[in-house]
């Protein structure tokens, strides 16, 4: 915890609270309404300081589940941390998100993610991180195609259908291709 959790805590109240929330079988009261244990324990817990972490990122003192503490130590709240991941995603010098050289995992966040945003990331490790990129050599497209789409001679967009050389780049043509050397 940062320096906003334990040192604020009033550990005497914590004991408190957790003494009045133990159940007794004696009932002191036939009276309808909330217990003199339930009501004891919510004044106590209303005086107990609420515990927050500082996001590295943002600095903000945020409840500690809406946060992520990373291998090397630092604590990200999740929005910070899908920012950095939907701008990795566009920016090949920010992947692969790493916080002190240590990668960070987007299972991590996983469901903070819309079925989109997850699909841009997936897309974006695919493209930066292989070594024989091909792009769609349509003009108004030029999307990268990931290795599983190509064949051996040509391959076409999944994106606007236009198709690919996979010898000279350019748009698929008849006939041999004067790129390829093996002919």
């Not at 945020?62 to 566009?90: D, E, G, I, M, W």
Request: charged share 20%; aromatic share 8%.
């Amino acid at each position: 915890m940062s320096r906003l959790g334990a040192e604020s805590v009033d550990w005497d109240h914590v004991l408190q609270a957790t003494e009045a929330s133990t159940f007794s079988n004696r009932s002191s009261s036939t009276v309808a309404g909330p217990s003199t244990h339930y009501t004891l324990r919510q004044r106590i817990l209303e005086h107990l300081p609420q515990l927050k972490v500082e996001c590295s990122v943002c600095g903000e003192a945020v409840h500690p589940h809406t946060t992520v503490r990373l291998a090397c130590t630092n604590v990200y709240c999740k929005p910070c941390l899908k920012s950095f991941f939907l701008h990795a995603a566009k920016d090949e010098s920010l992947f692969l998100p790493t916080c002190y050289r240590q990668a960070i995992n987007i299972s991590l966040i996983k469901a903070s993610f819309s079925v989109e945003e997850l699909t841009a990331c997936r897309s974006a490790e695919l493209e930066f991180t292989s070594t024989d990129r091909v792009y769609c050599a349509g003009l108004e497209c030029a999307m990268f195609i990931p290795l599983p789409d190509r064949t051996a001679d040509c391959v076409s967009c999944t994106a606007c259908g236009a198709g690919t050389c996979m010898y000279c780049k350019a748009l698929a043509h008849d006939g041999r291709c004067p790129a390829d050397e093996a002919r």
